[in-house]
DNA sequence: GTCTATAATTCGATAGAC
DNA sequence: GTCTATCGAATTATAGAC
């Protein structure tokens, strides 16, 4: 997945030109998709961006989906919920996010990949796989495979607004806080579809 | 702001064809905003829908943009929450914004202009703008100014995560998910947030 | 008022020289 | 491997015939 297919196995650890063009490529790509959305964001833009020429973009990913798909190939990093107690499990989550949030945009990949997944169907797709395949898996060694999956979207609809309003719209009220502030007003709201209150089951 | 600037008065009472035309782009342009977003609805498309030439778009309209604007200067028809008990203000926040999306797409402004906003910073300033206006004086009269701008952000936070979610993600736990079932499992979350537990203050 | 024709850009992708 | 040159398609917007 990660080496060029085409390569036949070589003995040196030195890298290939071709990888650090790649990954140049790459960083770019990872840059002016989080900043402009996969529509906006040229391949020429991404090129300029990388200092090398538009062509290499397509000689090296073959299209701009290609492209796309590999630059949001995500790990969420999520830490081991299981070790984490039932009463810090949502200031933990919200903190988690936010800490990734604030960080360099070419890391940020759930960031990048939001901001495309509105208006383009393929990025919604992955989307929705890398919330399946991590969040709830995750949510799952916490509190159990049953009770994740009935709140698992519900915890997903919280975070990705909080990132919604506060990193792609930048609304005032939101965007204005400090970090603690928000984790210590957000987390009793992932609480309570967490561990819905007895009016509520 | 809804007549044509450039008419003298009339006496007829009849629609003009002007009128209805400018109508039918403004119906056909909502729907098309609504289901690609900004860039993707092209004015061809929308006069296709509107079954006229493309040419009458920019006629009517001027522009793009200003066709844009036209058609996200939206009303939430909030109802008036000064007369609704605390106790079930979030409960009545969350249904009054699902009942809106579920109806007619081309009555939903809020989710055509949140589609477009993610990438286009014309249509998020115009969100934030229609947000403070609205959303934030609502509450004020239900929970007092001062609380009111404090927790309004968080408020729309999760109300437009909701939309995001269920309606231009259309993730499966939430998408698969009975108003009703939603309307009790996230309004104690809204309620967390409207009125912070003691833990949070 | 409505349409035809087209100007002026911009995009993704390809061919081929070096 | 890298770049030059360019194709073909799509876009917003305009000019002008009817």
């Not at 996010?97 to 940020?108: C, I, V």
């Not at 992932?190 to 209150?197: C, D, N």
Request: net charge neutral; hydrophobic share 50%.
């Amino acid at each position: 997945m990660t080496s060029n297919s085409l390569d036949a196995p070589r003995r040196s650890d030195a890298p290939r030109r071709s990888d650090t063009t790649r990954a140049a490529i790459l960083a770019a790509a990872r840059v002016r998709f989080a900043t402009d959305g996969y529509q906006r964001a040229t391949i020429r833009a991404i090129a300029a961006s990388a200092g090398i020429d538009p062509s290499m973009v397509i000689r090296y990913f073959g299209s701009k989906e290609q492209l796309f798909a590999a630059a949001t190939d995500l790990d969420l990093r999520l830490p081991d919920l299981a070790a984490v107690p039932a009463e810090e499990l949502p200031a933990v989550l919200v903190r988690h996010f936010l800490d990734r949030w604030e960080g360099d945009p070419a890391d940020d990949g759930l960031l990048m990949l939001l901001r495309s997944a509105v208006t383009t169907e393929q990025a919604a797709e992955q989307l929705r796989d890398i919330l399946a395949r991590q969040v709830a898996p995750a949510l799952a060694t916490a509190i159990g495979a049953e009770r994740a999956a009935a709140c698992g979207g519900l915890v997903s609809a919280q975070l990705l607004g909080l990132a919604l309003c506060r990193h792609l719209l930048r609304l005032p009220g939101v965007a204005a806080m400090t970090r603690e502030a928000l984790v210590e007003r957000f987390a009793p709201a992932v609480r309570a579809v967490l561990f819905p209150p007895e009016a509520a089951r």
